[in-house]
T-cell receptor
Framework: SQQGEEDPQALSIQEGENATMNCSYK?????LQWYRQNSGRGLVHLIL?????REKHSGRLRVTLDTSKKSSSLLITASRAADTASYFC?????????FGIGTKLQVIP | DTGVSQDPRHKITKRGQNVTFRCDPI?????LYWYRQTLGQGPEFLTY????????KSRLLSDRFSAERPKGSFSTLEIQRTEQGDSAMYLC????????????????FGDGTRLSIL
C-alpha cells in the first residue's frame, strides 16, 4: 500500500480566504481521493479524481492532479469556519486505502 | 438516509476486560472496513471484509483482536484482554466493490467508537 503525504501539516487562515493543501505520493495510481474529518467524527469523502484527469471541481473545492510529479492539491475557496477540519488525501492503485497524518485546517471567524 | 452507524459511541473499560463494537454499514455495500485512529494520526487499516469473507488483516491486529461479519451485513470487532495501548477511536467504513481487488470506490465512514482503557 502507499499513503499520501499531506503538506502543510497545519494551516490557519481567516474566514473568506482560500486554503490550499498539497499531497505527494510515490507510485502510480488509478485515482486519488480527498477526505475531510471534523473533530470527533468519522471521515467524509469529498472528491475523487481519476488518473487521466487533471482538474476537478465540486462546489468550493478544486482538486488538481499531476501524475508526472505524483502530486495533488486541494483548494478550498472562500473558506468558512465550518471548513475547520483535518483533510486527508488517499492515492489509490490496487492497494488498500492508507491514510497519512493529514492537514489540519483552522478557519478563524 | 441510513449511513454507517457504530455502537457504542464511547466505551470506557478497565484494563484486561473484553470489549465488542458493532458496525452497521450502508445496506447495499458489500465491503466493510475497520480502522483505528489515535490522536493526531490518520486512520490505520485493521481489516476488511467482502461480504462475509475477511480478506485481509493488518499486522496491527494482534491475536487479541477479532472481527466478524457473519451474514455479510453488520460486523463486530472484539478486543480481548484490553491494554492501555488499545485506547483509540475505532472507525468502520463501507463501500461497493465489484471484484476481488481493493475497491477504488469512496468509503463511507461511521462516527466511530471511542475506547478509553482505565
Amino acid at each position: 500500500s502507499q499513503q499520501g503525504e499531506e503538506d502543510p501539516q497545519a494551516l490557519s487562515i481567516q474566514e473568506g480566504e482560500n486554503a490550499t493543501m498539497n499531497c505527494s505520493y510515490k507510485t502510480s495510481i488509478n485515482n486519488l481521493q480527498w477526505y475531510r474529518q471534523n473533530s470527533g467524527r468519522g471521515l467524509v469523502h469529498l472528491i475523487l479524481i481519476r488518473s487521466n484527469e487533471r482538474e476537478k471541481h465540486s462546489g468550493r473545492l478544486r482538486v488538481t492532479l499531476d501524475t508526472s510529479k505524483k502530486s495533488s492539491s486541494l483548494l478550498i475557496t472562500a473558506s468558512r469556519a465550518a471548513d475547520t477540519a483535518s483533510y486527508f488525501c488517499v492515492p489509490l492503485g490496487y492497494q488498500k486505502v492508507t491514510f497519512g497524518i493529514g492537514t489540519k485546517l483552522q478557519v478563524i471567524p | 438516509d441510513t449511513g454507517v452507524s457504530q455502537d457504542p459511541r464511547h466505551k470506557i473499560t478497565k484494563r484486561g476486560q473484553n470489549v465488542t463494537f458493532r458496525c452497521d454499514p450502508i445496506s447495499e455495500h458489500n465491503r466493510l472496513y475497520w480502522y483505528r485512529q489515535t490522536l493526531g494520526q490518520g486512520p490505520e487499516f485493521l481489516t476488511y471484509f467482502q461480504n462475509e469473507a475477511q480478506l485481509e488483516k493488518s499486522r496491527l491486529l494482534s491475536d487479541r483482536f477479532s472481527a466478524e461479519r457473519p451474514k455479510g451485513s453488520f460486523s463486530t470487532l472484539e478486543i480481548q484482554r484490553t491494554e492501555q495501548g488499545d485506547s483509540a477511536m475505532y472507525l468502520c467504513a463501507s463501500s461497493l466493490g465489484v471484484s476481488e481487488e481493493y475497491s477504488n470506490q469512496p468509503q463511507h465512514f461511521g462516527d466511530g467508537t471511542r475506547l478509553s482503557i482505565l
